[in-house]
């Protein structure tokens, strides 16, 4: 071996050794370091109507107030910015740790968000989360809601009187409430979704292997349910057309009115009215059995 390749050969062992101490200190640093958890309350002056909310490990809840604040339980380094920017209540959350500080990290401490408001009547809600937990309490109205989690939960109970979007991953979703002539939409992978006591235009439901529920649900126009291993319930639920596809799980419940019933399945058993009248039902699955009932 040539001495340039031994001399390169020697640096590169130095860089690794002296890089992997600067790396044990950080880790021995961080296994031993606790997150301490701060709170503090923002209180809320300027005019506002909208919220633009993007959080990661928080959860997030709205309540009722006599006072417009933000409430936070945080980390030093995992803190929330507020702000007020063109009528639009701005929370981020803010991430100050190095990188090296976030390796081994035990001591995960839960951070939350609580926004009080003195109003009940609001413009458009746009939340963002990771893997927070998301509460909106029936006390709002929002003209238009997107709400966006990873593998958190949404409880939504507020009114929406425009169209609404509702988007997770494993989390689950429920929506108790809404009541306009707009569209609902609802998409998570592996959680559950239940819209339930909702009036609306058209609703399109879409989950892999959660269950979904409609509960004293009226859909005006049409709804659309697609699911791949969970289950489709109907209890006192309607719309004036509806398609439903679902591979391995079961369709059962019951219809306000009647329908023009069309059903697909392979080896599952089939249960619905004959001779009905209304607008279309198609309900098409593989393995899972129909059993649907008009009232």
Excluded at 74 to 82: A, D, F, N, Q
Excluded at 151 to 169: H, I, R, Y
Excluded at 209 to 220: A, C, D, M, R, S
């Amino acid at each position: 071996m040539s001495k340039f390749f031994k001399a390169i050969l020697l640096i590169g062992i130095v860089v690794v050794i002296f890089g992997g101490v600067l790396l044990g200190i950080a880790i021995g640093t961080r296994a031993f370091a606790k997150d301490e958890t701060v709170s503090k309350e923002e209180f809320i002056e300027e005019v506002f109507n909208s919220f633009d909310i993007d959080l990661a490990i928080s959860d997030l809840k709205f309540e009722k107030s006599d006072v417009n604040k933000v409430a936070c339980n945080e980390r030093k380094k995992h803190y929330h910015e507020v702000k007020v920017e063109n009528e639009k209540l701005v929370i981020t959350f803010k991430d100050d740790y190095k990188w090296y500080e976030n390796i081994l990290k035990f001591d995960y401490k839960p951070t939350s968000v609580t926004v009080y408001l003195t109003e009940e009547n609001y413009d458009n809600l746009h939340i963002e989360s990771s893997t927070g937990d998301i509460v909106i309490p029936e006390d709002f109205t929002f003209n238009s809601a997107d709400i966006k989690v990873s593998t958190g939960d949404v409880d939504f109970k507020a009114n929406c009187l425009n169209d609404s979007t509702f988007k997770a991953s494993t989390g689950d979703i429920f929506i108790d409430g809404i009541n306009n002539t707009s569209d609902v939409k609802v998409e998570t992978s592996t959680g559950s979704i239940k819209v339930k006591n909702t009036n609306c235009k058209n609703v399109n439901l879409k989950v892999s292997t959660g269950k979904v529920t409609l509960e004293n649900t009226l859909v005006e126009e049409h709804a659309e349910i697609k699911t791949s291993t969970g289950n489709v319930v109907f209890t006192d639920a309607d719309a004036n057309t509806l398609n439903v596809i679902t591979s391995t799980g079961s369709v059962k419940g019951n219809l306000k009115t009647g329908k023009n019933f069309e059903t697909e399945t392979s080896t599952g058993k089939v249960s619905v009215p004959t001779g009905s009248t209304g607008g279309l039902c198609h309900i098409k699955t593989s393995t899972g059995d129909i059993k649907i009932e008009v009232k």
